[in-house]
């Protein structure tokens, strides 16, 4: 697949979708921008940015890297209360 040509959804279903863990270089590059992008504007409005299914997917994928960070976990909450549909669409569903 030409980079280019690769979105943030189909390069999260390539990582995941890696048997053996090794994720090509072009799939991580459109990940770390997607998320980079993604944590900008979360941190832009901290108080406010609610998250879009697509792009609360993408922040659970890297859910461990914003661990002990109080803005992300405001962030993960304001998705879930704002969330209009059933947990079993989200990839890991609603943490309990």
């Known amino acids: 697949m030409n980079p280019s040509q690769l979105t943030p959804a189909k390069a999260l279903e390539i990582a995941r979708n890696s048997e053996d863990g090794s994720v090509p270089p072009s799939v991580t590059a459109v990940l770390e921008r997607a998320i980079g992008e993604l944590w900008q504007r979360i941190q832009t409005q901290p108080a406010t940015y609610v ?10 994928y890297y859910r461990s890297r914003f661990a002990n960070i109080p803005t992300a976990q ?13 947990s079993h669409e989200i990839d890991g569903g609603r943490p309990s």
């Open 74 to 86: 405001h962030a993960i909450a304001r998705f879930w209360n704002n969330f209009q549909g059933s």
């Open 51 to 60: 998250m879009s299914k697509e792009e609360f997917v993408l922040f659970n």
